[in-house]
C-alpha cells in the first residue's frame, strides 16, 4: 500500500514554456504533499508544503508565482513550473502523507530538462 | 535546516553488515527517527523508522540509543543493490499548516564493494 505516482518521469520543454507535474497518491488519501526538487549530487531541498483545499506554504526563497502548486483533492497536486528557464532543470520529487507516524511515501520523480 | 547529521560517505565490502550512523541530538521526545535511501534517479524509499525501541523489518535493524540523540541503521548483509544515499529524518513542524515536513540533510552515500 501507499503508493505515490509522479506523472510524467521525464520532460523537455522549450525556454519559456510552463510545464505541469502531476502527483497522485493511488490508495490513500493525502491531506498533505511535498514537492521537492534535487540538483545532481546534491540532497533534496523541500520547496513547498502543500495541503488540500488551501494554499500551499513555500519555504524561503522559492518564488511561489514561478512555481504554481494546487493541491483540488485529496489525491491529487500538480506543481507547474511557469515561464522555464534552463536553471530550473531538476529533478523533482513529490510525496504524501497520511495522518498518523507513517513514513511519508515519495513519487518516482520527474526529470525537467529546460532548452 | 536538517535536524539530523551523517558522514558523507562510506563503503562496505559486500556480504558484510552496514552500520550507518546518525545523531539527532535535539530530537524532542516524541519524535520518530525515519530512515530512507534514494537510489541514483529515484525517489526515496523508505526503509525504517522507530521512537525509542529498536525495530527491525526485512531490509535493515534500526538501533536508537537510550537517550535518543543518535542511531544506527543496519544493513545486515550489504548486496551492490544496497549502494544508495542513505538519509536519517527526524521531521520538522511546518508552521502555517500544523503538520510536519522532512528537511533532509546530506545523507551518507554507501558504496557496497564486490
Known amino acids: 500500500g501507499a503508493v505515490v505516482s509522479q506523472h510524467p518521469s521525464r520532460v523537455i520543454c522549450k525556454s519559456g514554456t510552463s510545464v505541469k507535474i502531476e502527483c497522485r497518491s493511488l490508495d490513500f488519501q493525502a491531506t498533505t504533499m511535498f514537492w521537492y526538487r534535487q540538483f545532481p549530487k546534491q540532497s533534496l531541498m523541500l520547496m513547498a508544503t502543500s495541503n488540500e483545499g488551501s494554499k500551499a506554504t513555500y519555504e524561503q526563497g522559492v518564488e511561489k508565482d514561478k512555481f504554481l502548486i494546487n493541491h483540488a483533492s485529496l489525491t491529487l497536486s500538480t506543481l507547474t513550473v511557469t515561464s522555464a528557464h534552463p536553471e530550473d532543470s531538476s529533478f523533482y520529487i513529490c510525496s504524501a502523507t497520511r495522518t498518523g507516524n507513517y513514513g511519508y511515501t515519495f513519487g518516482s520523480g520527474t526529470r525537467l530538462t529546460v532548452v | 535546516d536538517a535536524k539530523t547529521t551523517q558522514p558523507t560517505s562510506m563503503d562496505c565490502a559486500e556480504g558484510r553488515a552496514a552500520n550507518l550512523p546518525c545523531n539527532h541530538s535535539?530530537?524532542?521526545?516524541?519524535?520518530?527517527v525515519y530512515w530512507y535511501r534514494q537510489i541514483h534517479s529515484q525517489g526515496p524509499q523508505y526503509i525504517i523508522h522507530g521512537l525509542k525501541n529498536n525495530e527491525t523489518n526485512e531490509m535493515a535493524s534500526l538501533i536508537i540509543t537510550e537517550d535518543r540523540k543518535s542511531s544506527t541503521l543496519i544493513l545486515p548483509h550489504a548486496t551492490l543493490r544496497d549502494t544508495a544515499v542513505y538519509y536519517c529524518i527526524v521531521r520538522v513542524p511546518e508552521r502555517t499548516s500544523g503538520t510536519y515536513k522532512y528537511i533532509f540533510g546530506t545523507g551518507t552515500r554507501l558504496k557496497v564493494l564486490a
Open positions: 535535539t530530537i524532542s521526545g516524541n519524535e520518530y
